[in-house]
């Protein structure tokens, strides 16, 4: 009933900058909140950044000054700004959104869709 695409990722050298983009479609009523979480191999997923309905933000220790979450309402997009990127950085990102969507004509609510994850390298 809904999917999230995420796009933007890459390679890029230490310092560098890259923006993810991440659109919801389907039949939704409306998307709460909204953030971006990335995977490491070895390691657990970890969230990076989230952002509210409202837009209010939270921001991983290790990303706070350098990255910037923000939302298009209207187009049922986050992005995910990244600056001064470092070699730890780099991981898959995925996209993930708490949206109520049109089930019939009935409303359901999942709190966890997931995308597909685009992949970030940042060289040293």
């Known amino acids: 009933q809904v999917q999230l695409v995420e796009s933007g990722g890459g390679l890029v050298q230490s310092g560098g900058s890259l923006r993810l983009s991440c659109a919801a479609s389907?039949?939704?009523?409306?998307?709460?909140?909204m953030g971006w979480y990335r995977q490491a191999p070895g390691n657990q997923r970890e969230l990076v950044a989230a952002?509210?309905?409202?837009?209010?933000?939270t921001y991983a220790d290790s990303v706070k000054g350098r990255f910037t979450i923000s939302r298009d309402n209207a187009k049922n997009t986050v992005y995910l700004q990244m600056n001064s990127l470092k070699p730890e950085d780099t991981a898959v990102y995925y996209c993930?959104?708490?949206?109520?969507?049109?089930?019939?004509?009935?409303?359901?609510?999942?709190?966890?869709?997931w995308g597909q994850g685009t992949r970030v390298t940042v060289s040293s």
């Open positions: 993930n959104a708490d949206i109520t969507y049109y089930r019939g004509r009935d409303l359901s609510r999942e709190y966890d869709y």
């Open positions: 389907g039949r939704i009523f409306s998307i709460h909140a």
């Open positions: 952002i509210t309905s409202g837009g209010t933000t």
